[in-house]
């Protein structure tokens, strides 16, 4: 779809194809100094199952707790924690299961893997389950956080 992370296999072989993309002065650039290319939409929001876009359960989807590899993965990808105002560093945050992990049956509910899981603090953690904020990760790691009571929508972004 033209969004997210590409796997190395992949980045391997277009490698020898790659050209360099000057900007041109009249692009807009946004604070952190990436350029933004036209009105392009936002990115298309990951399987609502929860199981990030997998058909079968990839190794350790089926446990809640996320492995250390998954685990670091989700910290250097996010960096802060991803609720609605918060900055607090993801090495201090929680992962949670955006869509719910289901104990009684791991295949039904949300998965552990990266596009269901989300740095968290412990307040926000908790303000999450209590709250009326309901979140849908985006393939470009976007989180779109929906107030079920308002109607109001903040993203938040992995920085």
Sequence with gaps: MGYGAIDPA?????????????????ETRTAS??????????????????????????????????????????????????????????????????????????VAGGWTVAFNLAPLCRPDHDRKHDGPWIPTMHTDRTITWRNARTGQIIVTYPR
């Design 10 to 26: 992949h980045a391997a072989r277009i490698a020898p194809h790659a050209t360099t993309i000057t900007a041109r002065p009249s």
């Design 33 to 106: 100094g990436l350029v933004i290319f036209g009105n392009r939409a936002p990115a298309p929001p990951i399987d609502l199952t929860g199981h990030g876009g997998f058909a079968a359960p990839p190794p350790g989807a089926l446990t809640y707790k996320p492995s250390a590899a998954l685990r670091a993965e989700i910290i250097q990808l996010d960096r802060r924690c991803r609720y609605p105002y918060c900055g607090r560093p993801s090495e201090e945050c929680e992962l949670d299961h955006l869509l719910k992990f289901c104990h009684a049956d791991p």
